[in-house]
């Protein structure tokens, strides 16, 4: 069985600039969620991908853009970035979009440092 | 709103028992989890309750009373590689998780 994995694993930027962040979920899922994780806090839900649409949004302003690939793979692209953009950045896998009652098997993060 | 509280620190003995709290309000609900979280590394799923009672698995037990909005991960026989931070989430019935701040836990000799 293949898990989630994420890339780059760590990076680093600055204001102003772009990034792209990318996932391939677990072998058979058909969704990708992704979240921001900030130093010492929770995971906050930034948007999931259902058959590449999105498919529910959390509170990101629009610079936080998504993509899914017909292999269910994802993207996560973030423009001008700002210093508060630093976090660990997670994808999770799970089956069935709104309708999923399982648990988000989760990748090792993406660690983005803003300078 | 959506509002998940957790103690953010709690500090155990090895050996030991300890229960970590967590009590929710959301939109709605439809399952509330427990992860494990080693620093730098990635949530691992810990447990899983969708209707009231507790859930045993291990050394790990998670309760759910969906009335009180209150849920906790109880720990037994504390090791000190269980020093990690622990995350209540809840399904708001929209496939999505809402995470609380997380609980980290020093397990000292």
């Known amino acids: 069985e293949t898990g989630v994995t994420q890339s780059p694993t760590h990076l680093i930027k600055t204001r102003g600039q772009q990034v792209t962040l990318r996932c391939s979920s677990q072998?058979?899922?058909?969704?990708v969620s992704w979240y921001q994780q900030a130093l010492g806090q929770g995971p906050q839900f930034i948007f999931q991908?259902?058959?590449?649409?999105?498919?529910g949004r959390g509170n990101f302003p629009p610079r936080f853009s998504g993509l899914q690939f017909p292999n269910y793979s994802s993207e996560l692209n973030v423009n001008a970035l700002e210093l508060d953009d630093s976090a660990l950045y997670l994808c999770?896998?799970?089956?069935?979009?709104?309708?999923?009652?399982?648990?988000?098997?989760f990748g090792e993060g993406s660690r983005l440092t803003v300078l | 709103g959506q509002n998940i509280d957790q103690p953010t620190e709690m500090t155990a003995t090895e050996g030991a028992i300890v229960q970590i709290n967590c009590t929710y309000q959301?939109?709605?609900?439809?399952?509330l989890f427990w992860y494990q979280q080693h620093a730098g590394e990635a949530p691992t799923f810990l447990s899983y309750?969708?209707?009231?009672g507790l859930e045993e698995k291990g050394r790990f037990s998670s309760f759910l009373s969906r009335s009180k909005g209150y849920s906790y991960l109880l720990l037994k026989e504390l090791q000190m590689k269980d020093s990690a931070s622990y995350l209540c989430?809840?399904?708001?019935?929209?496939?999505?998780?809402?995470f609380g701040q997380g609980t980290t836990l020093q397990v000292k000799p």
């Open positions: 991908y259902y058959r590449e649409e999105e498919n």
């Open positions: 959301t939109s709605g609900f439809n399952g």
């Open positions: 072998s058979g899922h058909n969704t």
């Open positions: 309750n969708v209707l009231d």
């Open positions: 989430a809840v399904n708001d019935n929209t496939g999505k998780l809402i």
């Open positions: 999770a896998s799970s089956l069935g979009g709104q309708l999923n009652t399982g648990e988000l098997f």
